[in-house]
C-alpha cells in the first residue's frame, strides 16, 4: 500500500509540466488530488486526464498566485472542505525576462516563486497540522547558487532587474523558507524539504512575449538537452510519498538524495529575516 493512498494532497502549478507529472504520478498511488491552477481549460485538461489514469475524480481551486487576494480566496475554498492536507507541494513558478509588477505593487518573480509559497502554507497550517502525513514540499533549484546570498537591499529588483538573479533570488528564498518552516513546526510533527528538479523541460518563462535571445536560446535549446518533465518530477514524487523522508526535514533534495547548499542557503540570520519581511510584504500577523 502506499503511503499518499486515501491522502490529501495539495498542489500548485499542476496544469504542466513537473507540477502535472507529479499530480498525475501521485494520483495513481492513489492520493486524493487537489490542485489550485490559474486557467480554467487547462484545469479541466488535468481533471479528465486525473479522472482517466486514476479513477478518481481531482478537485480544482481557479486563482491566480500572483494575487495575494486570490491566495487567501483559494486557501478559503480549501478550507471551507473541511478536508486535512496531508502534503502540500508548492510548485508553481515563472521566469520573466523583465520587471513585472503585481496588483500587489510586488515584482512578480519574487511574489510568484516565493511569496506564494509563504502565503498559502501559512493560510492552510492547520490543515496541514491536523492530517495524517504532514508535508510540505517545495520546488527550489540549484539557480540558487546563482547569489550568495540574499539581497535584502533589492528583494524587489527595483535597482536592478536581471532575469537570472531575480529568479535565482526567489529559488534561494524557497529554501531558506523551508528550513525556517521546518524549525517552527518540527515539534508538531510537520516535515518540510525542498529540491531542485533538474534542468527540465517545461513552459517556466513562456508567458513572456519579448523574450530576449539568450532566453529564447534556451527554450529551443531545453527540450533537446533538457530531462522531460516525468524525469524532473521524480523528486517531488519521491519527497511527497516515499516513507524514506517521514523523519527527515529542512534539507534540500537532487535526484531523490540530500544535496549540499551554498553558504547563504544556510544562513539562520537570512531565514530568520526573510520570513519577518515575508509576514510584512503578505500582511500575516
Known amino acids: 500500500m502506499s503511503l499518499v493512498e486515501g491522502k490529501n494532497c495539495l498542489i500548485t502549478g499542476a496544469t504542466s509540466g513537473i507540477g502535472r507529472s507529479t499530480a498525475l504520478a501521485l494520483s495513481k498511488l492513489g492520493a486524493n488530488i487537489f490542485f489550485i491552477a490559474r486557467n480554467p481549460q487547462k484545469a479541466e485538461e488535468l481533471t479528465e486526464e486525473i479522472e482517466r489514469v486514476s479513477g478518481k475524480s481531482p478537485y ?55 511569496l506564494a509559497y509563504f502565503l498559502l502554507t501559512n493560510l492552510l497550517i492547520d490543515k496541514i497540522l491536523e492530517s495524517g502525513l504532514k508535508r510540505v514540499v517545495n520546488v527550489s533549484s540549484d539557480a540558487h547558487r546563482f547569489l550568495k546570498s540574499m539581497n535584502f537591499d533589492d528583494l524587489q529588483s527595483e535597482k ?81 510519498s516515499s516513507e524514506e523522508v517521514s523523519s527527515i526535514s529542512g534539507e534540500y533534495f537532487i535526484d531523490c538524495k540530500k544535496a549540499k ?25
Open 261 to 285: 547548499i551554498t553558504k547563504g542557503a544556510k544562513s539562520k540570520e537570512d531565514a530568520e529575516r526573510l520570513w519577518k519581511i515575508s509576514l510584512e510584504l503578505t500582511g500575516l500577523n
Open 160 to 240: 536592478e532587474f536581471k532575469m537570472f538573479a531575480a529568479y535565482g533570488q526567489s529559488k534561494l528564498a524557497n529554501i531558506l523558507f523551508t528550513k525556517k518552516l521546518s524549525s517552527l513546526y518540527q515539534e508538531q510533527g510537520l516535515t518540510t524539504n525542498c529540491l531542485h528538479p533538474g534542468f527540465v523541460s517545461t513552459s517556466i518563462g513562456a508567458q513572456n512575449e519579448n523574450l530576449a535571445f539568450f532566453a529564447r536560446l534556451i527554450r529551443w535549446v531545453s527540450p533537446l538537452i533538457a530531462k522531460p518533465s516525468d524525469k524532473g518530477a521524480e523528486t517531488s514524487i519521491y519527497l511527497c
Open 60 to 114: 480544482s481551486i481557479i486563482a491566480d498566485l500572483s494575487s495575494f487576494k486570490q491566495i487567501e480566496k483559494a486557501a478559503e475554498e480549501y478550507k471551507s472542505l473541511n478536508k486535512p492536507i496531508d502534503v502540500l507541494l508548492n510548485n508553481a513558478g515563472i521566469m520573466n525576462t523583465e520587471r513585472k509588477i503585481t496588483e500587489d505593487g510586488l515584482e512578480e518573480v519574487f511574489a510568484v516563486n516565493h
